[in-house]
């Protein structure tokens, strides 16, 4: 099968819907399928074969923050003329509804679409007033994805419609493989929490874990906690008593590898977010590695752990809670060995194997009974007044 | 001269007018032709579903009065008339949760020589005929609203096209076929390499081929651990993940 799949933001950015694109595209050539990628990106940047670059992605100021994104004639053309070359049987566009590629590309392609959804946003001010503009490009989406129970119950508040839930994949074989690492091995009297995210973002809720370590110390001393990802260190552990501060290791920016590492090593996988999850991949990354989950009970995290069979969740932002249950786990080894256990049966449905042939699919739904995909020649001028005297 | 500037203005405006009806037109029939591919979707998807029934229940792995409730089901849905259609494939739903009720039955059913791609080929077939209903009623739901529009309904916009209707079928597929997390779909092949933990692990044990519905051929051999598809070893090592999802 051809595929084509536009990717949103740019490739040499890191970002969740830019790992997903890249982790789909390389699954389904792996598959023996025909796989290209438009996606905005400096002309420095080197790209993998599979991807065409769509010009460089303007920042704009858009709905609150910066977003980078492309627009304009010359982007359109360069969307038009990849979808007249890839002559493809489906075209897969991701993030449908902000001002980007993958609008510009429904706007200029007709035959079988397929639209994955990846954030539960709040219905913006920008999006009511552009509703009239989007709604014919949405029209010609035949089939939408939304990465989660919730972030399919915003859409369908949003736009109406359905859609059907697919998780995102995850490389299950990668973390469960992984070597663990001595130096982040828990032993009994010296167990070990991982924490994965910005240090310096407060909706990862690294906050609310320092708030926490006092309390877990305390009662299960010799805890140490392993930080990976980027911030002020310093800064991060201002709050805590000076003696604590040996407890918590910083590992600042890790590579892949390591973080599948870390996962398999530790005792605790903690993850204390405070809001704006419209997934959690990287729970089902920790369970994949084997690790106990202990997380907040956001929508998105409740769903990925199975409402709270695969991992252990606290309320939101409560501390007390979160010291609670953590030296409850880090003190019962039968109840976290229980939690591996359902965790690793779990993720079986993110693997790319389950997730993959879903997505597959959904493409062979949409193209039983259709053509292929094509420029849409109704949006030119001259086509239309041609069309107008029909 | 002040009247021939008015006609100008009034033939300026009426091709305005008529441009944007053409192009509401072409909306129009656009969602149209994708309610028609949407349907042959489904209806390749219903089908599918119901000859894999009446197959499994004419092959003598189920039990007698299994064999029958599902035959005479699939029977009915693949005969029945356009208005009795939503009910008749309805009851193919109840017929195969009931026959699949217990693991057991799929268990015998994977047993049987040949049974483990019938297995596969019945539970992708059920996981997309609500997939394929879906994306019908989707369209069917944005050609709605657009014909309910006043431009649409006074200028006759829709010409002949009978108003849409959607799909309305009970498409709930058996538990122990829709569960992609037990059983059904082991983790990516290789034996004993199964996400199990450091303190789990028992589950591992593949079952089938690394892509039970993708490729439609290869992999399928009984025991289809080792086949080709599934290099993706690798696949996402050292290439810059970031620590943040």
Same mark, same amino acid.
């Given at each position: 099968m051809r595929i084509g799949i536009v990717c949103p933001? !740019?490739?040499?950015v890191p970002g969740g819907v830019q790992f997903h694109v890249r982790d789909l595209a390389e699954h389904l050539i792996g598959l023996g399928h025909q796989v290209s990628v438009l996606a905005p990106s400096d002309d420095e940047t080197p790209l993998p074969s599979y991807v065409v670059s769509a010009g460089r992605a303007v920042p704009v100021p858009y709905n609150g923050s910066v977003a980078r994104l492309n627009f304009g004639f010359l982007s359109a053309a360069r969307v038009r003329r990849w979808v007249n070359d890839g002559d493809f049987h489906v075209l897969h566009i991701h993030e449908?509804?902000?001002? !980007?590629l993958a609008l510009l590309a429904c706007w200029a392609a007709q035959g079988p679409i397929v639209a994955t959804f990846h954030t539960s946003n709040p219905r913006s001010r920008a999006m009511i007033a552009a509703y009239p503009i989007l709604q014919p490009a949405l029209e010609k989406i035949s089939a939408r994805i939304a990465v989660s129970e919730y972030a399919r119950r915003t859409l369908v508040e949003h736009l109406g419609g359905d859609a059907v839930t697919i998780p995102n994949g995850v490389d299950v074989r990668f973390f469960a493989d992984a070597e663990p690492k001595s130096a982040w091995q828990g032993a009994p009297g010296a167990h070990t929490i991982g924490f994965i995210g910005?240090?310096?973002?407060p909706r990862k809720g690294l906050p609310v874990l320092m708030k926490a370590l006092p309390a877990i110390v305390e009662q299960a001393p010799g805890t140490r906690l392993l930080v990976a990802g980027r911030g002020d260190e310093q800064e991060a552990v201002a709050g805590l008593p000076r003696a604590l501060r040996d407890n918590v290791v910083f590992l600042g920016m890790v590579s892949d590898e390591d973080k599948a590492r870390l996962l398999r090593s530790v005792d605790l996988y903690v993850a204390p977010n405070t809001g704006g999850e419209s997934f959690g991949i990287i729970l089902v990354e920790a369970m994949s590695a084997g690790a106990p989950v202990l997380a907040a009970d956001l929508d998105a995290f409740e769903q990925v752990l199975d409402g709270g069979a695969a991992g252990e969740l606290f309320p939101v932002e409560d501390a007390e809670a979160l010291a609670a249950r953590t030296v409850a786990l880090l003190q019962e080894p039968g109840r976290r060995a229980d939690l591996r256990e359902r965790g690793a049966r779990h993720v079986r449905r993110f693997d790319w194997a389950t997730v993959g042939a879903d997505v597959l699919a959904v493409y062979e739904t949409v193209t039983d009974g259709a053509a292929s995909v094509a420029p849409?020649?109704?949006?030119g001028l001259r086509a239309r007044f041609g069309l107008a005297r029909d | 001269m002040p009247t021939l500037t008015t006609v100008i203005w009034i033939v300026v405006a009426l091709l305005l007018v008529g441009v944007y009806l053409s192009w509401t037109a072409g909306r129009l029939d656009r969602l149209h032709a994708r309610i028609d591919a949407a349907r042959a979707a489904l209806d390749a998807g219903l089908l599918r579903r119901a000859s894999i029934a009446q197959e499994l229940a004419t092959a +003598? $792995?189920?039990d007698p009065a299994a064999s029958m409730v599902l035959y005479q089901a699939a029977h009915d849905a693949r005969l029945a008339e356009q208005d009795h259609r939503e009910v008749a494939e309805s009851e193919l739903s109840q017929a195969l949760r009931a026959v699949f009720a217990e693991g057991t039955q799929l268990e015998a059913v994977r047993a049987a020589p040949g049974g483990r791609e019938t297995a596969e080929e019945l539970g992708a077939a059920v996981r997309r005929v609500p997939m394929a209903r879906r994306f019908h009623n989707d369209a069917v739901r944005a050609a709605r609203a657009l014909r309910r529009h006043r431009k649409v309904r006074w200028f006759r916009?829709?010409? @002949?096209? =009978?108003f849409p209707l959607a799909f309305e079928?009970?498409?709930? =597929?058996p538990p122990v076929l829709a569960?992609?997390? @037990?059983?059904a779909d082991p983790a =990516? +092949? $290789? =034996?004993?390499?199964?996400?199990? +933990?450091p303190g789990g692990? /028992?589950? #591992?044990? /593949? #079952?089938?081929?690394?892509d039970p519905e993708g490729q439609d051929s290869e992999g399928h051999h009984p025991e289809g651990h080792h086949s080709e598809g599934h290099d993706d070893e690798g696949h996402g090592s050292g290439q810059g993940r970031g620590p943040e999802d």
């Open positions: 933001y !740019s490739w040499d449908p509804a902000t001002p !980007s910005r240090i310096d973002e849409d020649e109704r949006t | +003598g $792995v189920l916009l829709a010409g @002949h096209a =009978p079928m009970d498409d709930e =597929p569960d992609r997390g @037990h059983g =990516p +092949g $290789v =034996p004993g390499a199964g996400p199990g +933990g692990g /028992g589950e #591992s044990g /593949g #079952s089938e081929g690394p």
